[in-house]
């Protein structure tokens, strides 16, 4: 009986936790209306909904027992009472600290905190409440009292059942969609059954017409071959139409407006422009588009990447903006919508001041990922191709937030290993926009099946451009590669066996025999892959390939074939970038000989557990160092010996890290040393104060990362 109770209160409790995440997103998106300030008729409706959301939280909360949960929901009904009655004005830090209560409710259910911080969140709402008390400021716009209702504020609005609808756990969908996946390996099995027939009536009708004698009985074969063709083909058709149908069901109940994934943004957009003191409007279009929950999953991380990239370097601060001729707010859109073919866009625009590709050159340079003539040498859209490789940033300064080169990277990784493409326009002083072009699904995938090394490998259907032949004799070299004339325009050719490090098949084409070849894109760019073989067009079930193999260089995902087979899904960017690699292998951007000796840091603390723990750290790193106890005796070290880069608190006596670093950057011969600001210093006018004079890092010690401190010396080192 205890045991029955006890999944029956479990059961409960997964309910509430489904309904108190739905209370929670819609008391996030009341507070940020109010935060933007609306018409006080519109406030009067949005303080009256807040207040009916909390109040039917809080009744839930009681009725599963969560008393810790129910005791902050009635401090903000509490609040949110008396503002519907007009006896207060939601303030800034009212509605601050409403929001802080509303994250508060969803860490103690997420297991993210204890009761220890209710009281904590009570008090602070009540010192807002009382510093506000009654007078007409914040928002600025006092709550008049709403229109009398029958029902009383205090009820809980009246439950709406849904006949039409369930809740489901997303892990029970799960299964049933994994259980309709696995019907789709006899269907693609029924596929091949039916190839296998056809192959086999027409060897029947070849052999027939050679041989002499035999003709009636083998025609009486052939005969019952067809036979056989036709009843597979119609169990094929059959099963196709019952799995197809079933599982295109079972995958629509998976599919989640975007809503899901861009409600997230309205109060991180706020949050960053406020750190970064400036104006932004957020502004989303394809929310109610549904979109396969796995793929928005993917992609939340990438889209919060290219949002903060969008504050952080695109939209200039407020009075820039107006010495351009710009509004003083600036304006991030995000775009979910459908294309043809399965797929989906994300678009994330902004319009800002533009990506500077020298700066983007200069960062390459910088970061050594190629040499100052070759970075003089790239096209516009190569340039901009350089800022997803790991490693690179624009940002003048690294700090715990920005600067690491990583954004943008995660992004194009997450894109490609779904199967999409990713590319970035920009106009200076307009703009820049980032496309992503993805499968609507990643269950399951069409691509040419191909053979190259005696195995077979499969490419996406919307990288092909074409299947052609090549002749031995069509095949030239310019500017040291293969390639050959299509389309009037040489076009760079390689074997898809050495793309992978395989040897080529024994059986090898007769001499004079045209050898077959895929052309594939990637955005614009374009290559011939010579393969051994095509074996036609294929639909195979995605299987992800999990750790430690999560990225392998020119590999997507596998996919099961029909026969059973496992093959590799190939991700045609990578490709593109290892016949790049293979003829033009890349070169060190250092000009001079590489230093034989150990590099020299100079440590500036005036605080010795803190000169002594980096000092530690840094030499177990393999680096000499040398430390100062302030900016005057670093000074005096910097013009008597050499130092490859300096580690340096701010707040010092006699000589800060602000003013060390002004020195250095002002002298001739010290100008390019690196220096790396570690400091208790938070505020967003030190953080730019550290850009102004010139520091290459500014490293919070609150947020302090061993890890991330040796990353940064030897990326700049």
Same mark, same amino acid.
């Given at each position: 009986?205890?045991?029955?109770?006890?999944?029956?209160?479990?059961?409960?409790?997964?309910?509430? #936790?489904?309904?108190?995440?739905?209370?929670?997103?819609?008391?996030?998106?009341?507070?940020?209306?109010?935060?933007?300030?609306?018409?006080?008729?519109?406030?009067?409706?949005?303080?009256?909904?807040?207040? !009916?959301?909390?109040?039917?939280?809080?009744?839930?909360?009681?009725?599963?027992?969560?008393?810790?949960?129910?005791?902050?929901?009635?401090?903000?009904?509490?609040?949110?009472?008396?503002?519907?009655?007009?006896?207060?004005?939601?303030?800034?830090?009212?509605?601050?600290?409403?929001?802080?209560?509303?994250?508060?409710?969803?860490?103690?259910?997420?297991?993210?905190?204890?009761?220890?911080?209710?009281?904590?969140?009570?008090?602070?709402?009540?010192?807002?409440?009382?510093? @506000?008390?009654?007078?007409?400021?914040?928002?600025?716009?006092?709550?008049?009292?709403?229109?009398?209702?029958?029902?009383?504020?205090?009820?809980?609005?009246?439950?709406?059942?849904?006949?039409?609808?369930?809740?489901?756990? @997303?892990?029970?969908? /799960?299964?049933?969609?994994?259980?309709?996946?696995?019907?789709?390996?006899?269907?693609?099995?029924?596929?091949?059954?039916?190839?296998?027939?056809?192959?086999?009536?027409?060897?029947?009708?070849?052999?027939?017409?050679?041989?002499?004698?035999?003709?009636?009985?083998?025609?009486?074969?052939?005969?019952?071959?067809?036979?056989?063709?036709?009843?597979?083909?119609?169990?094929?058709?059959?099963?196709?139409?019952?799995? /197809?149908?079933?599982?295109?069901?079972?995958? +629509?109940? #998976?599919?989640?407006?975007?809503?899901?994934?861009?409600?997230?943004?309205?109060?991180? =957009?706020?949050?960053?422009? +406020?750190?970064?003191?400036?104006?932004?409007?957020?502004?989303?279009?394809?929310?109610?588009?549904?979109?396969?929950?796995?793929? *928005?999953?993917?992609?939340?991380?990438?889209?919060? &990447?290219?949002?903060?990239?969008?504050?952080?370097?695109?939209?200039?601060?407020?009075?820039?903006?107006?010495?351009?001729?710009?509004?003083?707010?600036?304006?991030?859109?995000?775009?979910?919508?459908?294309?043809?073919?399965?797929?989906?866009?994300?678009?994330?625009?902004?319009?800002?001041?533009?990506?500077?590709?020298?700066?983007?050159?200069?960062?390459?340079?910088?970061?050594?990922?190629? @040499?100052?003539?070759?970075?003089?040498?790239?096209?516009?859209?190569?340039?901009?191709?350089?800022?997803?490789?790991?490693?690179?940033?624009?940002?003048?300064?690294?700090?715990?937030?920005?600067? &690491?080169?990583?954004?943008?990277?995660?992004?194009?990784?997450?894109?490609?290993?779904?199967?999409?493409?990713?590319?970035?326009?920009?106009?200076?002083?307009?703009?820049?926009?980032?496309?992503?072009?993805?499968?609507?699904?990643?269950?399951?995938?069409?691509?040419?099946?191909?053979?190259?090394?005696?195995?077979?490998?499969?490419?996406?259907?919307?990288?092909?451009?074409?299947?052609? +032949?090549?002749?031995?004799?069509?095949?030239?070299?310019?500017?040291?590669?293969?390639?050959?004339?299509?389309?009037?325009?040489?076009?760079?050719?390689?074997?898809?066996?050495?793309?992978?490090?395989?040897?080529?098949?024994?059986?090898?084409?007769?001499?004079?025999?045209?050898?077959?070849?895929?052309?594939?894109?990637?955005?614009?760019?374009?290559?011939?892959?010579?393969?051994?073989?095509?074996?036609? /067009?294929?639909?195979?079930? =995605?299987?992800?390939?999990?750790?430690?193999?999560?990225?392998?260089?020119?590999?997507?995902?596998?996919?099961?074939?029909?026969?059973?087979?496992?093959?590799?899904?190939? !991700?045609?960017?990578?490709?593109?970038?290892?016949?790049?690699?293979?003829?033009?292998?890349?070169?060190?951007?250092?000009?001079?000989?590489?230093?034989?000796?150990?590099?020299? *840091?100079?440590?500036?603390?005036?605080?010795?557990?803190? $000169?002594?723990?980096?000092?530690?750290?840094?030499?177990?790193?393999?680096?000499?160092?040398?430390?100062?106890?302030?900016?005057?005796?670093?000074?005096? *070290?910097?013009?008597?010996?050499?130092?490859?880069?300096?580690?340096?608190?701010?707040?010092?006596? $006699?000589?800060?890290?602000?003013?060390?670093?002004?020195?250095?950057?002002?002298?001739?011969?010290?100008?390019?040393?690196?220096?790396?600001?570690?400091?208790?210093?938070?505020? +967003?006018?030190?953080?730019?104060?550290?850009?102004?004079?010139?520091?290459?890092?500014?490293?919070?010690?609150?947020?302090?990362?061993?890890?991330?401190?040796?990353?940064?010396?030897?990326?700049?080192?």
């Amino acid at each position: 009986m205890a045991n029955r109770e006890n999944d029956f209160k479990a059961r409960l409790l997964v309910t509430f #936790r489904i309904e108190a995440e739905e209370h929670l997103q819609a008391l996030t998106e009341n507070l940020l209306a109010l935060d933007r300030g609306l018409p006080p008729a519109e406030m009067c409706e949005v303080v009256e909904a807040t207040f !009916r959301e909390v109040h039917t939280l809080k009744g839930a909360a009681r009725s599963v027992s969560l008393m810790d949960v129910e005791t902050i929901c009635q401090a903000c009904e509490s609040v949110l009472s008396r503002a519907t009655r007009g006896q207060l004005v939601l303030s800034q830090p009212i509605l601050n600290r409403l929001q802080e209560a509303v994250d508060g409710v969803a860490r103690l259910l997420a297991g993210s905190a204890d009761s220890t911080v209710v009281p904590d969140l009570i008090r602070c709402l009540e010192k807002a409440v009382n510093e @506000t008390g009654v007078r007409d400021q914040g928002l600025g716009i006092r709550v008049q009292p709403p229109t009398p209702n029958p029902q009383s504020p205090a009820s809980p609005p009246s439950p709406i059942p849904h006949a039409d609808s369930v809740r489901l756990a @997303t892990a029970k969908l /799960d299964v049933l969609l994994l259980q309709a996946e696995d019907l789709l390996v006899p269907k693609l099995a029924a596929d091949e059954r039916v190839r296998e027939a056809k192959a086999l009536v027409e060897a029947l009708k070849r052999l027939r017409a050679g041989v002499r004698g035999w003709g009636s009985e083998l025609q009486a074969v052939e005969a019952q071959a067809e036979d056989l063709l036709r009843h597979l083909a119609g169990d094929q058709r059959t099963i196709s139409r019952a799995v /197809d149908g079933l599982y295109e069901e079972l995958r +629509r109940t #998976r599919l989640t407006p975007s809503s899901t994934v861009l409600d997230l943004f309205p109060r991180m =957009v706020r949050d960053l422009a +406020r750190t970064h003191g400036k104006e932004v409007e957020w502004v989303a279009y394809g929310a109610d588009l549904e979109v396969d929950r796995k793929v *928005l999953e993917a992609m939340k991380e990438p889209l919060i &990447h290219l949002v903060r990239n969008a504050i952080d370097h695109g939209i200039e601060m407020p009075e820039a903006r107006v010495e351009a001729g710009k509004s003083r707010r600036g304006r991030v859109v995000v775009t979910i919508s459908a294309l043809e073919g399965g797929r989906i866009e994300i678009r994330a625009e902004d319009d800002g001041d533009g990506i500077d590709l020298g700066r983007v050159k200069a960062a390459a340079i910088r970061a050594r990922l190629l @040499t100052a003539e070759a970075a003089e040498a790239l096209t516009g859209d190569q340039t901009l191709d350089l800022l997803f490789r790991s490693g690179l940033s624009t940002s003048p300064i690294v700090t715990d937030l920005s600067g &690491h080169g990583l954004g943008l990277a995660i992004v194009k990784e997450r894109v490609e290993r779904l199967g999409g493409q990713i590319r970035t326009e920009t106009r200076a002083g307009v703009g820049t926009t980032v496309r992503a072009i993805l499968p609507a699904t990643i269950t399951t995938f069409r691509g040419l099946l191909v053979q190259a090394g005696g195995q077979p490998f499969l490419l996406p259907t919307e990288a092909i451009e074409q299947a052609i +032949r090549v002749a031995h004799d069509a095949v030239e070299h310019v500017e040291g590669r293969e390639a050959i004339r299509w389309n009037g325009q040489p076009l760079s050719i390689a074997r898809l066996s050495g793309l992978l490090g395989l040897s080529e098949a024994a059986d090898q084409p007769e001499p004079g025999r045209k050898r077959p070849c895929i052309i594939v894109k990637s955005g614009e760019a374009q290559v011939g892959l010579l393969v051994e073989e095509i074996l036609g /067009d294929r639909e195979v079930l =995605v299987k992800e390939i999990g750790p430690p193999l999560v990225r392998v260089k020119n590999v997507a995902a596998a996919g099961l074939l029909g026969t059973g087979q496992v093959v590799l899904i190939l !991700r045609p960017a990578d490709l593109l970038r290892s016949i790049r690699e293979i003829t033009c292998p890349p070169v060190k951007a250092v000009a001079h000989e590489e230093k034989d000796r150990q590099p020299v *840091l100079l440590v500036v603390d005036d605080s010795i557990t803190t $000169r002594t723990m980096e000092k530690n750290l840094l030499e177990a790193a393999g680096y000499q160092v040398k430390v100062a106890v302030d900016g005057m005796e670093a000074w005096t *070290l910097l013009n008597t010996e050499e130092f490859d880069l300096v580690v340096s608190d701010v707040d010092m006596p $006699r000589m800060d890290g602000f003013d060390l670093t002004t020195r250095i950057r002002a002298d001739r011969k010290l100008s390019e040393l690196p220096v790396v600001l570690v400091t208790a210093l938070e505020s +967003r006018e030190n953080k730019e104060r550290g850009i102004e004079v010139g520091a290459n890092a500014y490293i919070l010690k609150s947020s302090f990362d061993q890890s991330s401190l040796l990353e940064f010396i030897r990326r700049l080192v």
